[in-house]
């Protein structure tokens, strides 16, 4: 099968909304920390511990060149990449996408987004909950069973943003902490007292603690926004099932009267 240009394009922008969609880390890479860029994918140039440099291949179905000529590369967090260090085979090594993704925005100063998992697993759902709606499926035991999944992982996603909530209080916490050793000194015993009741060392670069505050606070807001569009949507499904409801009662109800005639 030979497609033309525009299905081409109609074919590779789904296959970019289905990465964009289907990932759990986004990061932008700068085209520096690009060694080569072939058909299978990106080698980027990385650092892994002390004196340890190589290359890790980001394969191209995860790799989305920007016009600027930085990439953005959409990964999970349990992918497997291959270290490669040319000049020390014995420290190759497998890494999973989690510790790729942390050092590459270590190096680079970019921000990890992290896409809350809440937001795919609570995707499904609706997905599920839209076709039997549309299919006008309101009843039954299989509309049950979907409600109640659907309500328990709400009532999940409204736990997990709180948590949420904590972690940012908590780095919050840090930051102020950090900043008043750094700014006053001589008075900076209650706050080297915390940094040891929370287990941190007091070297701790303030701005890895920012970074991770600004990670958070994305992710954050990310799930918030799908969280309140989803309960909108929610209450007009509602609507609509009370609709159908009532509509069906009053075909029953004129039938049963024409009958009595």
Same mark, same amino acid.
Not at 55 to 60: A, F
Not at 95 to 105: D, F, P, S
Not at 163 to 181: C, F, N, P, Q, S
């Given at each position: 099968m030979v497609y033309d240009v525009s299905e081409i394009k109609e074919r590779y922008q789904e296959e970019r909304a289905q990465a964009d969609n289907d990932f759990e880390l986004k990061l932008e890479v700068a085209s520096w920390?690009?060694?080569?860029?072939?058909?299978?994918?990106?080698?980027?140039?990385?650092?892994?511990?002390?004196?340890?440099?190589?290359?890790?291949?980001?394969?191209?179905?995860?790799?989305?060149?920007?016009?600027?000529?930085?990439?953005?590369?959409?990964?999970?967090?349990?992918d497997y990449f291959y270290f490669l260090n040319p000049d020390q085979s014995e420290k190759n090594r497998y890494m999973m996408g989690k510790t790729l993704a942390r050092q590459l925005a270590k190096q680079n100063g970019?921000?990890?987004?992290?896409?809350?998992?809440?937001?795919?697993?609570?995707?499904?759902?609706?997905?599920?909950?839209?076709?039997?709606v549309e299919h006008h499926v309101t009843d039954g035991e299989q509309f049950q069973n979907l409600e109640e999944r659907f309500n328990n992982k709400i009532e999940e996603t409204h736990q997990e943003l709180q948590t949420l909530d904590e972690r940012l209080a908590y780095y919050h916490k840090v930051e102020g902490a950090l900043l008043a050793i750094a %700014? =006053?000194?001589?008075?900076?015993?209650?706050?080297?007292?915390? *940094?040891? &009741?929370?287990?941190?060392?007091?070297?701790?670069?303030?701005?890895?603690?920012? %970074? =991770?505050?600004?990670?958070?606070?994305?992710?954050?807001?990310? *799930?918030? &926004?799908?969280?309140d569009d989803t309960l909108k949507t929610y209450t007009t499904y509602q609507e609509m099932k009370e609709q159908i409801k009532s509509r069906e009662v009053n075909i029953h109800k004129q039938e049963t009267e024409e009958k009595s005639l």
């Amino acid at each position: 099968m030979v497609y033309d240009v525009s299905e081409i394009k109609e074919r590779y922008q789904e296959e970019r909304a289905q990465a964009d969609n289907d990932f759990e880390l986004k990061l932008e890479v700068a085209s520096w920390q690009v060694e080569q860029e072939s058909s299978h994918g990106i080698y980027l140039q990385m650092d892994y511990g002390a004196l340890n440099s190589g290359t890790v291949l980001i394969p191209s179905h995860k790799v989305d060149k920007q016009e600027d000529g930085n990439y953005i590369i959409y990964i999970k967090e349990r992918d497997y990449f291959y270290f490669l260090n040319p000049d020390q085979s014995e420290k190759n090594r497998y890494m999973m996408g989690k510790t790729l993704a942390r050092q590459l925005a270590k190096q680079n100063g970019e921000v990890l987004v992290t896409k809350n998992p809440h937001i795919s697993s609570m995707r499904e759902l609706i997905k599920e909950y839209n076709f039997l709606v549309e299919h006008h499926v309101t009843d039954g035991e299989q509309f049950q069973n979907l409600e109640e999944r659907f309500n328990n992982k709400i009532e999940e996603t409204h736990q997990e943003l709180q948590t949420l909530d904590e972690r940012l209080a908590y780095y919050h916490k840090v930051e102020g902490a950090l900043l008043a050793i750094a %700014q =006053t000194p001589e008075n900076s015993l209650p706050s080297m007292q915390l *940094l040891d &009741e929370l287990g941190l060392p007091k070297d701790i670069a303030i701005s890895d603690i920012r %970074q =991770t505050i600004q990670q958070f606070e994305i992710e954050k807001d990310a *799930l918030q &926004e799908f969280f309140d569009d989803t309960l909108k949507t929610y209450t007009t499904y509602q609507e609509m099932k009370e609709q159908i409801k009532s509509r069906e009662v009053n075909i029953h109800k004129q039938e049963t009267e024409e009958k009595s005639l």
